[in-house]
């Protein structure tokens, strides 16, 4: 950790889903540049096993908490951001990275309560957090927002029609808060990862079929490793702190695509 020299010395931050997959390596990068952090998640403990990651971040010697919260329920939501922001003695970056792949399959199958909570843990959860954050932010004339989405924000998908939708809100959502709230010099900016190796996309890993369709969607060959497909979560997190660095100061309204090239083609 470096407290007084890194990208992110002396920020606040709080990272929604950052028990686990992205929303993990983003808090553990954002503590490794300076940034004291609170992990928004219904557990502490990691969904693919290990160290709950506030833990890992005070034996380095960081500073770091973890609040238990279902994102879904938007009255706890905003009331743990709140409580949050106030453990850490204020707030400069919010990141929002707890999401759900599901429902998957035929749309003429899913239900509309399946839909439904797709909406209230991956648009409405975004929503709230950010609403709150933005308060702060607001009154202080200055703050970060990082909503992760996903390259599927821009692609029709089969079987992923609910992903999708919600995936698509979350990008617009930040584009449309990047404007209303500049003048207060606030920026909102998006990361659209594409397949990430987390245990959410263990299906991918576990399926011949879909690693085999991966590999021709996706032109970015790595010479030492030719059957990668995925993106690690530190690749998605290393953008996340460049967006919530001053590097990133007139940027705003951006979406970042890391996918290998899959949405080039």
């Known amino acids: 950790m470096s407290p007084t020299t890194g990208r992110l010395a ?5 990272v929604t889903g950052g028990s686990s997959g992205i929303g993990r390596a983003i808090a ?6 300076g940034a004291n952090v609170a992990i928004l998640s219904r557990s502490p403990l990691p969904r693919e096993g290990g160290t709950p ?12 908490t973890h609040i238990p919260v279902d994102v879904a329920d938007a009255t706890a939501l905003e009331s743990a951001v709140e409580a949050a922001t106030e453990q850490l003695g204020g707030l400069d970056i919010i990141a929002t990275s707890a999401g759900t792949s599901g429902p998957l399959g035929d749309s003429r199958e899913v239900s509309a309560e399946e839909v439904l909570q797709s909406l ?12 709150t954050a933005l308060r702060t932010f607001a009154a202080q ?10 390259n599927f924000d821009r692609v029709g998908v089969n079987g992923f029609a609910a992903y999708c939708m919600a995936k698509a809100g979350i990008t617009n959502l930040a584009k449309a808060l990047a404007v209303e709230y500049g003048a207060y010099g606030v920026t909102v900016n998006v990361l659209s990862p594409g397949s990430t190796n987390t245990d ?3 299906a991918v890993r576990a399926n011949p079929g879909l690693q085999a369709a991966f590999r021709a969607a996706t032109p970015l060959v790595f010479p030492d490793d030719e059957t990668r ?5 530190v690749d998605i997190a290393h953008a ?8 990133a100061r007139f940027m705003t309204g951006a979406d970042i695509v890391i996918d290998g090239g899959w949405t080039a083609i």
């Open 10 to 14: 002396g920020k606040k931050a709080i």
């Open 28 to 33: 553990l990068r954002y503590a490794e540049e």
């Open 53 to 64: 990651t506030h833990e890992l971040i005070t034996a380095a010697g960081g500073v770091a």
């Open 120 to 131: 209230q843990v991956n648009m409405l959860g975004t929503f709230v957090a950010v609403r």
């Open 141 to 150: 004339k200055s703050g970060r927002a990082v909503l992760v989405s996903s």
């Open 200 to 202: 959410m996309s263990s």
């Open 229 to 233: 497909i995925q993106a690690e979560p």
């Open 240 to 247: 996340a702190v460049f967006l919530a660095s001053d590097e």
